[in-house]
């Protein structure tokens, strides 16, 4: 089957297909990276902006990277210096940057909706990286390709999600790409951020750290979004840690050769003790690399190139 997205807004409206395709694309990029010339012709001539309204570390220097692998030309939208501060619109913003002749942008925005609001009024590619407690689709697609690295086929591996579930769009990312691939997803943390209403996405709610990790093939940790939330949905970050914390006690009841992961950035000895961070389980780092590989694979295909020639089309 042809790819026929020009978009990437959500994983919720991704076929199972389409992420296998995209992580097929993000294989044979990764293998590209690993030569010693990484750098592919793909997206010569072609300028990419990455319109980074909220902070990023990650996402931003991934997808930066990405484009430049791709030999496409990157303008970094720097909003502290930019017409925003005056007060121009998001929809200005963006109509300006298309009127500069950009080919594509990369948006992470605060506000739910925006990447798809800017899909409908431009003529080019819009990227989401992350739009408020929405979602961050990429994250999803580099999460659930570490997991296929490290596990095989996800169909019926147990994955548990930890944390701050109702504020993140990565959890709901994460969520809608586990469940088309097959896995079983148990979202576990204090009932304030992780309300029932989540089963209907297709996963399992628990307030039970103990049951929840038991046999789990994965933990994906996630963090505790103060910039969210209008008020405290625990007492302390203390009285958190010491009820959903993971430290090695707990992360014996993961599965054996159970992996841990975390989209980054980490609260260290909050959600996750250091020495699980960054001990033999973690996969944290890994997950950091394979984003630039998987951002690759959005951005060409979205470009308009198609899954089974990446390979032909990207060799020196
Ligand atoms: N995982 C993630 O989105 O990290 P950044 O906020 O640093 O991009």
């Known amino acids: 089957m042809t790819w026929n997205r020009r978009h990437l807004i959500t994983i919720e409206e991704l076929s199972l297909l389409e992420i296998e395709q995209i992580h097929a694309t993000a294989s044979a990029f990764k293998k590209i990276l690993q030569r010693n010339v990484k750098k592919v012709p793909a997206l010569r001539g072609k300028t990419i902006v ?15 990277m990405a484009a ?13 210096s930019s017409s925003t501060q005056k007060g121009e619109t998001l929809r200005d913003t963006a109509e300006n940057i298309q009127a500069l002749n950009a080919d594509m942008i990369v948006i992470r925005h605060a506000a739910a909706g925006s990447p798809l609001y800017l899909s409908k009024i431009l003529d080019i590619p819009v990227i989401n990286a992350g739009d408020g407690a929405h979602e961050h689709p990429t994250q999803g697609l580099l999460d659930t390709f570490t997991m296929k690295e490290h596990l095989g086929s996800l169909r019926g591996r147990k994955v548990a999600i930890l944390g701050d579930i109702l504020f993140s769009r990565v959890a709901r990312s994460n969520i809608y790409a586990l469940t088309k691939m097959g896995a079983r997803v148990t979202l576990v943390g204090p009932s304030t951020l992780v309300p029932h209403g989540f089963t209907t996405l297709g996963a399992e709610v628990s307030h039970d750290l103990k049951s929840a990790l038991a046999d789990a ?56 003790d ?16 394979n984003g630039i590989a998987v951002r690759m694979a959005v951005l060409y295909l979205c470009a308009g190139h198609q899954p089974e020639h990446v390979i032909s089309s990207t060799e020196p």
């Open 274 to 289: 250091s020495e699980l961070a960054d001990g033999d389980r973690s996969v944290i780092l890994e997950q950091v690399t």
């Open 68 to 80: 430049k692998r791709l030999s496409a030309d990157v303008i970094a939208f720097d909003a502290a």
């Open 50 to 64: 990455n319109l980074f309204l909220e902070p990023s570390t990650r996402t931003r220097m991934a997808f930066d």
């Open 217 to 272: 093939d994965v933990v994906m940790l996630l963090r505790i979004q103060h910039e969210r939330q209008g008020h405290r949905h625990f007492p302390s970050l203390g009285e958190y840690t010491s009820m959903f914390g993971l430290n090695k006690t707990r992360a014996s009841w993961l599965s054996p050769n159970a992996i841990i992961m975390h989209p980054g950035p980490i609260n260290r000895g909050v959600e996750i």
